[in-house]
T-cell receptor, first 115, second 114 residues
Framework: EPEVTQTPSHQVTQMGQEVILRCVPISNHLYFYWYRQILGQKVEFLVSFYNNEISEKSEIFDDQFSVERPDGSNFTLKIRSTKLEDSAMYFC?????????????FGNGTRLTVT | GESVGLHLPTLSVQEGDNSIINCAYSNSASDYFIWYKQESGKGPQFIIDIRSNMDKRQGQRVTVLLNKTVKHLSLQIAATQPGDSAVYFCAENEDSSNTGKLIFGQGTTLQVKP
């Protein structure tokens, strides 16, 4: 069964450094998302992306965050200058049909640790 | 808003029994709901979904019930197995959102005793 893959599985970085989290969505999907989950808490929406542009972003997704689909298969999340509070699991997701009609399929996440 | 929630943080059941996990939401504009299962170290895994024009939907060993009058969603798991042990999240999609943004609840941990 097709799946969303994320790399790396664990990223450790120092505060102030830039990180790029990578995702390969399911190949025929058109809608892409990033969510995050702070340890022990619920999953929170960060951003949705369709047709090469952001369609919606949360207030968490400030100027330090950006997303890109550099080619036909990858979808990346960049954090320009990491803060301690950015430590969390970051999940990429994709869906194949119009939002609100099909579920999001999630990857297994990247655990980001900012020290 | 951030309104999706669950009634119980932990549910413990005996193997073979049926499990019922509940979820309350407050946004009447939500029209699509999904249940996800999250095992330790993994991402949310799709279980079952339901649109607001339905009140019940069945899958393999799982049933989702939607009561729009009281804004309540439940997940029923029949003949619960040890492999069902995980955290279960309900998520809602607001009708006004065409972007697929999901609002997740806090999660209920299901523990299955052998």
């Amino acid at each position: 069964e097709p799946e969303v893959t994320q790399t790396p599985s664990h990223q450790v970085t120092q505060m102030g450094q830039e990180v790029i989290l990578r995702c390969v969505p399911i190949s025929n999907h058109l809608y892409f998302y990033w969510y995050r989950q702070i340890l022990g808490q619920k999953v929170e929406f960060l951003v949705s992306f369709y047709n090469n542009e952001i369609s919606e972003k949360s207030e968490i997704f400030d100027d330090q965050f950006s997303v890109e689909r550099p080619d036909g298969s990858n979808f990346t999340l960049k954090i320009r200058s990491t803060k301690l509070e950015d430590s969390a699991m970051y999940f990429c997701a994709s869906s194949g049909r119009q939002p609100g009609n099909s579920p999001l399929h999630f990857g297994n996440g990247t655990r980001l640790t900012v020290t | 808003g951030e309104s999706v929630g669950l009634h119980l943080p932990t549910l413990s059941v005996q193997e073979g029994d049926n499990s019922i996990i509940n979820c309350a939401y407050s946004n009447s504009a939500s029209d699509y709901f999904i249940w996800y299962k999250q095992e330790s170290g993994k991402g949310p895994q799709f279980i079952i979904d339901i649109r607001s024009n339905m009140d019940k939907r069945q899958g393999q060993r799982v049933t989702v019930l939607l009561n729009k009058t009281v804004k309540h969603l439940s997940l029923q798991i029949a003949a619960t197995q040890p492999g069902d042990s995980a955290v279960y999240f309900c998520a809602e999609n607001e009708d006004s959102s065409n972007t697929g943004k999901l609002i997740f609840g806090q999660g209920t941990t299901l523990q299955v005793k052998p």
